[in-house]
């Protein structure tokens, strides 16, 4: 796409980063950038200022003139589809893209070759595509992934690229081809409410992962999950592949448990690939799909099962920070859902002194689930909730279910201060259920911070 001496206007600069990667990647590309950010100039002084001086502002507001004026319009992840200046821009058939768009349509202009794996769902998508990264020599990983965002990745000399995708990137994906070549839902569970507010159109936003895919592509889901089912309701184009911790029906290709044995099966018949053991189901999940992805991008099958031996670990996600003959340490911060937490919980319930630290900011998500994990499985004084309004709605569900009554800490050091005083051993998990935003930047901000307390105090 050429963008030298057109006239593009970034919406939302952020105070993140991600509008200012954009800002900076327009302007080396040669563009007369405008930008526009509801927010002042005090608010957005850090970001203005690693900015060059060449660049148009409207801060504090939007005006309509500025997107008129513009040859092509980005929207920053953070303004959602649904926006009145999206559909401006639809009304008025302007050219607008948001990170995901605008990446799918430079590349593909320059590289049409090039494959492109998508992943997405509620868990397990920054995992399953880091796994399939590991799997896939010479692929490029990146999507919504800390210092791995599009732009760094889009130049990348590579035929493979995988990709992490948020829902928030999907939602701008409704034209033809701007579903990836290689499709995989992990699953989805209730998330988002506060930007989406039905479970459906979230839902259907993740379907967008696949909605435009034509034969030549291929859609991978796990029919374990109930979300599968509804997927294929929507009558998916690509070519389906499946994966499930026990035996797959005879009609459907793709990888299954059978005990701690890996089976690949196609047009009904089985071979063993490899055996794993020790694997948790949502574990075991990701490395099918993880698999699945590399069988379908070319890697042979004995260079995946070598390359199975060095999986790395993600950040924050049941991450083993710190370890020694007293302490196990879990950093579970982008755990930002219920579901998340009730997983971690079942993962690690059964150790000895079993702490967890949880709270945060809610999204307008339902805690009755996870109120009665927590009341079943961590004893009430091994439990320390950091305040914040998904907090307060936890906190609501224990007192219904007759819990005792929990007094939230100030700030996530509070916690960990007590903890270290307070025992002499066991396995402490942070996983907070929440949301980040009234205290931390986002989950991975809050995650380095933990991390460096654990530092401090162990």
């Known amino acids: 796409m050429e963008i030298r001496n057109k006239k593009v206007l970034l919406v939302g ?58 040859d092509i319009v980005i929207f ?160 998916p184009r690509g070519n389906l592949f499946y994966i499930s911790q026990k035996r797959l029906p005879e009609n459907k290709n793709g990888l299954y448990f059978e005990g701690d044995d890996i089976i690949y099966q196609y047009s009904g018949q089985g071979t063993k690939a490899i055996t794993i053991k020790g694997l948790a189901p949502h574990e075991k999940a990701n490395l099918l799909s993880a698999m699945l992805m590399a069988h379908l991008a070319g890697t042979e099958g004995k260079e995946i099962n070598r390359l199975i031996k060095t999986l790395p670990q993600p950040l924050f996600r049941q991450q083993v920070i710190f370890k020694n003959k007293n302490f196990t340490i879990v950093n579970d911060s982008a ?54 309004s998904g907090t307060d709605a936890l906190l609501k569900e224990l007192s219904n279910l007759r819990h005792e009554e929990i007094a939230p800490y100030q700030t996530l050091e509070d916690i960990i201060d007590v903890v270290s005083e307070k025992y002499s051993n066991g396995t402490i998990v942070f996983s907070p259920a929440c949301a980040s935003f009234e205290k931390f930047k986002n989950e991975f901000d809050r995650g380095q911070k933990f991390n460096k307390l654990v530092k401090k105090y162990f």
């Open 13 to 70: 600069l952020g105070i993140l980063g991600g509008g200012l990667s954009m800002a900076k990647y327009l302007i080396k590309e040669g563009a007369k950038l405008t930008v526009t950010d509801l927010r002042d100039k005090s608010v957005l002084k850090g970001m203005t200022e690693k900015l060059p001086s060449t660049i148009k502002y409207t801060l504090g507001k939007h005006l309509q003139s500025d997107f008129d004026k513009a």
């Open 335 to 388: 755990g930002t859902n219920p579901d998340a937490t009730i997983a971690a919980i079942e993962k690690f319930k059964d150790k000895k002194n079993f702490v967890l630290i949880s709270g945060g900011t809610d999204k307008e998500l339902e805690f009755n689930e996870l109120a009665k994990k927590i009341s079943k499985d961590v004893h009430p004084d091994n439990l320390f909730l950091l305040e914040g």
């Open 76 to 235: 920053n992840p953070a303004v959602p589809y649904a926006s009145e200046w999206v559909r401006y821009c639809r009304k008025h058939k302007k050219v607008f893209y948001n990170d995901y768009t605008f990446f799918l349509e430079n590349l593909r202009t320059a590289n049409p070759s090039a494959l492109i794996i998508g992943i997405t769902g509620t868990r397990g998508k920054t995992t399953t595509a880091m796994w399939a990264h590991h799997l896939i020599p010479r692929s490029v990983l990146g999507g919504n992934i800390p210092d791995k965002n599009l732009l760094k990745i889009m130049k990348k000399k590579t035929n493979v690229f995988v990709l992490e995708l948020s829902s928030f990137q999907l939602e701008y994906a409704t034209k033809k081809h701007q579903s990836p070549d290689i499709a995989v839902l992990t699953n989805v569970y209730v998330d988002h409410l506060n930007r989406y507010k039905k479970f459906d159109k979230y839902r259907d936003i993740k379907f967008n992962i696949f909605k435009n895919q034509d034969s030549n592509d291929a859609l991978i889901l796990n029919v374990d999950e109930k979300i599968a089912k509804e997927a294929l309701a929507t009558e």
